[in-house]
Structures are given as structure tokens and as C-alpha cells.
């Protein structure tokens, strides 16, 4: 039983590690302190999960499944997986200090794994196939984890202290060192991270199904 004393299992372990990872990151996750916030004893984690790294595995499996596909019949595989690479992106940005376990961590669980089969046969319908298709998941995963973690910076990272983020850091260098930066600083007002996502994907999707 938890404390809230409902029955412990896998899902409430899981989300359970989900908030203690939003609260300490990896550095400061242990399975005694998940176990102190289920009101458990640790040992009793191991009825529902095998190890810690089930539990890692099991909370990139929770994230992933907040990003499904849209179910309309008439949706064409680009905009399926824009839509999917927009949702996964808002989830991320909800746990920045998962970010580093997701970008480093192939999926190994049931639901991850029939999420990752649906996005292949996505690709698939656009013809894009054979080893071509795993490359493009790749591609679109990666920037998706990517651009995340360049935008939510010191939130994702350990130790770091917050600083400026995004092209407006270049105000803070000398104009006569980096001449062509500064020539930008005037449309940096227009930047925002959105834009920047949307202009990445679109190039990105420009290359997968416009060729």
C-alpha cells in the first residue's frame, strides 16, 4: 500500500518516479527515496519493477504515450508526425530534467516499443522504408530531444546557473569581435523557440517528403 493507502503497483511506482525526477533529476533519484515518497519501503518497489532501470525505462514509456499519433483516417503521414513531433516536444518541455534520461536511453518497454512501431509504419506510408526509415525516426526524435534541451537549458542540467538564453546572448559580446552576429541583434526580437522549432521541422520534413 501506498501511503495515500491505495495499492502500490507498476503505474503508481512510475508516475511516482516521474514527479521525484521533475523534483531531483537523475542525480538525486535513488529507489529509497521513490520509496519514502510512495510511503513504502524500498524493497517492496521490486514487486513491481525489476530495478531502477525498469523504472527509468517505465517513466520514458509514461512521457512517450502523452504524444500519440492523431487518429484521423484522412491525415496524411507529414501531418501525423507533425502533429506527434508538436505533442512530444510539450511534454518534454513539462520535464525538462528527464530530457538527458530520454536523449540517452533506447526504448525497452511494451507501450514505448508499439509507440516507436506506429511512427515506423507512418514513414512507411510515406515510402520511406528499409533502413531509410529507422534513419528518419531518428532524425525526427533527435530533433525534437534536441531543440528541447537547447531551449530549457539550465532547467535540464545539473550545477549550471541560469543565464540568457537564445540568440540574445550575443548582445553581451563585443560588436567589432563578432561584426555579423550583431548585424542580426535587430531581428532577434522576432526569434522565439517556437518558430525556430516549426522552421527545423519544416526543413527537416522538407528533405523526408518533398524529394
Not at 550575443?170 to 518558430?195: G, K, M, N, S
Request: with cysteine.
Amino acid at each position: 500500500m501506498t501511503k495515500s493507502g491505495e495499492p502500490l503497483t507498476r503505474q503508481r511506482v512510475l508516475e511516482a518516479a516521474l514527479r521525484l525526477l521533475d523534483q531531483e533529476g537523475l542525480e538525486g533519484f535513488s529507489m529509497r527515496k521513490l520509496g519514502t515518497l510512495l510511503g513504502v519501503e524500498a524493497m517492496s518497489l521490486y514487486n513491481h519493477v525489476e530495478n531502477k532501470r525498469a523504472v527509468f525505462d517505465g517513466v520514458i514509456e509514461l512521457l512517450i504515450i502523452q504524444a500519440p499519433l492523431p487518429l484521423q483516417p484522412d491525415a496524411t503521414p507529414r501531418e501525423e508526425l507533425w502533429t506527434f513531433a508538436h505533442a512530444f516536444r510539450d511534454v518534454l518541455r513539462a520535464h525538462p530534467r528527464v530530457l538527458p534520461l530520454v536523449a540517452t536511453s533506447p526504448l525497452r518497454t511494451s507501450a514505448s516499443l508499439a509507440m516507436l512501431d506506429h511512427l515506423l509504419e507512418t514513414l512507411h506510408q510515406a515510402q520511406i522504408t528499409g533502413v531509410q526509415s529507422i534513419y528518419a525516426l531518428q532524425c525526427l526524435v533527435g530533433f525534437i530531444v534536441g531543440h528541447t534541451l537547447l531551449v530549457t537549458g539550465t532547467q535540464a542540467v545539473a550545477g549550471l546557473e541560469p543565464g540568457p538564453n537564445g540568440p540574445a546572448v550575443w548582445q553581451h559580446f563585443p560588436a567589432e569581435q563578432y561584426p555579423t552576429l550583431h548585424t542580426l541583434l535587430p531581428v532577434i526580437t522576432q526569434w522565439t523557440p517556437d518558430r525556430e522549432f516549426d522552421f527545423g521541422l519544416q526543413a527537416l520534413f522538407q528533405s523526408l517528403f518533398e524529394q
